[in-house]
């Protein structure tokens, strides 16, 4: 059996470098502390086994072989009449796979893969290194995007593990619902259509703060992925697909958005307009001086109200018999450490490239000059690249 390529399942935005955020490399956990884990599991749940609960037992199996976990999961029940599973890490290799019996009670056999095969994609996929989510809004919304786009990764895993679209979305549907047949009927589309309400009212914003996308989200970037060129060749379907990888992680990542009502990407669009501004007022000062030509490439990047804040602040610099260039890296300072993703920030670095490349062809700039002051504002936002000015 081929070796599963996880790379192939994995959303592109499960990254924790997309959105600046560092990781422990490994979970570490002592000895006492791994002890206290097994020993709550085994004392608040059963241990799902052959002789206990021998259908789950089987599908435990099944999703075992197929993903080639050996002895790296252990599986639990727990008496608990909310709809949930969830994935431990109890040791740096290996997992708790806990699901409550209320799911059991709501889920057939291949929905249940479904779910057992999101929580050990959370196992595969070391989503145990990411730092933790609260649930209160005030910290770094990037981290709560990428909880979101780590839940896509696995609901894919999921799909990956049963390989029946029906039952996955079934399974969402009963989950959002608390029913099951003869209270609830599967129209997958009716369900998915209450997505297009959301988008309607132009998406809720208040879900930049929450750790899950919605269900609709979910359903739809799961058929997504059924359509996609990784999922069709994992079924040995070849030329068939609908999206090709970047195509359906784009999509998806659009959908989130839409679902948000921009709300993030707003946040992230005002960020990158900021720290813009202000690393091309460095790069054109780093010569020591400031121009008529300087101001005026920087007024049709910022505009008349940003290219007279910025004048006011060199000018009164000026006249303090200040340094004109410290006053501005102060400002850098205080808003170099942003959250702005790592394609933003990329972004941002190609385009200082091209000012860079003005600025010597218009205002006198040495390019030896600005390649030093480039490396720095990019070494600065934590973007590891090597600096080209091509004129
Ligand atoms: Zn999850």
């Keep these: 059996m081929s070796k599963i390529n996880l790379d192939d399942i994995r959303f592109i935005y499960d990254d924790p470098k997309e959105y600046s955020i560092t990781i422990d490399d490994d979970y570490f956990q002592n000895d006492s502390e791994i002890r206290n884990r097994r020993l709550r599991l085994s004392t608040q749940g059963l241990k799902i086994s052959k002789e206990l609960f021998p259908s789950i037992y089987k599908i435990t199996e099944k999703i075992n072989e197929k ?17 949930n599973a969830y994935c ?12 409550n019996s209320g799911l059991v009670e709501l889920l057939n056999d291949q929905e249940m893969e479904f779910i057992i095969g999101h929580e050990i994609g959370h196992h595969l996929f070391s989503h145990k290194n990411y730092p933790k989510v609260t649930i209160d809004g005030s910290e770094n919304i990037g981290l709560k995007r990428l909880s979101q786009a780590a839940e896509i990764s696995v609901d894919r895993m999921g799909l990956y593990c049963n390989n029946n679209l029906d039952a996955c979305i079934n399974c969402m549907m009963k989950i959002a619902s608390g029913l099951k047949p003869p209270n609830i009927n599967f129209d997958h589309k009716t369900f998915i259509n209450q997505l297009k309400n959301i988008v309607d009212l132009k998406g809720d914003r208040s879900q930049i703060y929450s750790t899950h996308p919605m269900i609709f989200v ?36 659009d959908l989130i958005s839409q679902s948000e009502g921009y709300a993030y990407d707003e946040e992230q669009t005002e960020e990158f307009n900021s720290i813009k501004m202000w690393a091309e007022v460095k790069l054109m000062i780093s010569n020591n001086s400031w121009t008529s030509s300087e101001k005026k490439i920087l007024e049709k ?13 060199i000018k009164l610099s000026n006249q303090a018999g200040l340094n004109p260039v410290n006053e501005i890296n102060k400002k850098w300072e205080n808003i170099k450490n942003s ?3 790592k394609s933003k920030k990329e972004k941002l670095i ?8 003005e600025l010597i062809v218009m205002c006198n700039h040495k390019q030896e000059n600005l390649i030093e002051s480039l ?14 000015i091509n004129l």
């Design 350 to 357: 190609s385009e200082l490239e091209i000012l860079s490349k």
């Design 375 to 388: 490396s720095k504002i990019s070494n600065d936002l934590g973007i590891n690249k090597t600096i080209h």
């Design 218 to 253: 979910r359903a739809k970037a799961l058929i997504i992925y059924s359509e996609s060129e990784p999922y069709q060749q994992s079924i040995n379907l070849f030329k068939q697909f609908k999206h090709t990888k970047k195509e359906m992680d784009n999509y998806v990542n």
């Design 67 to 83: 993903l080639n976990l050996e002895e790296e999961i252990t599986y639990f029940i727990e008496p608990n009449s909310f709809h």
């Design 339 to 341: 959250s702005l993703t």
């Design 301 to 313: 990047s910022i505009g008349i109200n940003h290219l007279n804040k910025i004048d006011d602040i």
């Design 88 to 99: 431990l890490p109890i040791s740096s290799k290996e997992s708790a796979v806990v699901i």
